[in-house]
């Protein structure tokens, strides 16, 4: 089977976090040019050991994700996430998405727009659409349902609501086999939303 954008898309993330593992220290500028605080962190914890437990856990997240092939990338496993301070506030929204591979647009309208969550906006376009339903990685809040780039990028997709069920099978999974104390993210590792 031919892998999805999503399963793309979470590969490419897992590529760039395992590359960190092994870069050296003075190429991280060259490697990562919208990230490079971020990245020196994450490498730089590499170094001292620190992300020891990261690798197997996004190995396993990765293997699931291939296996279900969603139509976009789930959210990155809240525990390699905190690990490498995703949540944190040392850096900004932009460097953060660069690194997450959010596009532009998505990020402006997040951290200049202060658009935190799905909002009216975003359920009136998929009113408007025509479709029933569309999903996004958790946490990732795209400017527009219909922003082409986000939806490229394995990010964003209208799906059929018979769809969703093999997207809570995927966040069930990963839940059991990637237990995390992260309160927000038990099983929620996409952002659905259906009319």
Do not use: W
């Amino acid at each position: 089977m031919p892998s999805s954008k999503g399963a793309l898309s979470f590969s490419g993330l897992v590529d760039r976090l395992v590359s960190l593992s092994a870069i050296p220290e003075e190429r991280v500028e060259e490697a990562f040019p919208a990230s490079i605080n971020f990245a020196r962190h994450v490498a730089r914890l590499f170094r001292e050991d620190r992300l020891f437990d990261i690798l197997p856990r996004l190995e396993t997240q990765l293997q699931i994700v291939r296996r279900f092939s969603p139509p976009v990338r789930p959210a990155l496993d809240p525990y390699t996430s905190t690990q490498i301070g995703v949540f944190s506030k040392l850096f900004d929204d932009y460097e953060i998405g660069h690194f997450l591979g959010y596009p532009e647009c998505c990020m402006r309208s997040f951290a200049e727009d202060i658009r935190y969550s799905i909002d009216g906006d975003h359920i009136r376009e998929l009113e408007r659409s025509g479709m029933k339903a569309f999903v996004t990685t958790a946490g990732f809040i795209p400017c527009s349902v219909f922003c082409k780039e986000a939806q490229n990028r394995g990010l964003l997709s209208f799906v059929e609501p018979s769809e969703i069920a093999n997207l809570r099978a995927i966040e069930k999974e990963t839940a059991a086999k990637l237990p995390h104390f992260h309160p927000e993210y038990r099983e929620h590792y996409f952002e659905i939303k259906s009319l």
